[in-house]
């Protein structure tokens, strides 16, 4: 039977925003994320990138989604 594991992935890009000197960066959070949902939205150089798998059944993570099993992971 197939199940699911998770499939990490991480955002590879900088996203910059204009503020006067001496911004309280978390205040700019929700430019940052128009601007990278703007981004993502005109396919303008956002860079995703797999991370990692993770099963939550196991507690494994791996990065060699490829050669990974449930069976592999199992002590007998």
């Known amino acids: 039977m197939n199940r699911n594991i998770s499939y990490d992935f991480g955002l590879d890009s900088i996203v910059s925003v204009a503020a006067p000197i001496g911004t309280d960066p978390d205040t700019l959070i929700e430019q940052v ?8 939205q005109e396919n303008d150089d956002v860079l995703i990138v797999f991370e990692n798998i993770y099963d939550s059944e196991t507690g494994a993570v791996d990065e ?13």
């Open 33 to 40: 994320k128009q601007k990278l949902i703007q981004r993502i």
């Open 64 to 76: 060699d989604w490829e050669n990974y099993s449930k069976n592999s992971q199992e002590t007998s």
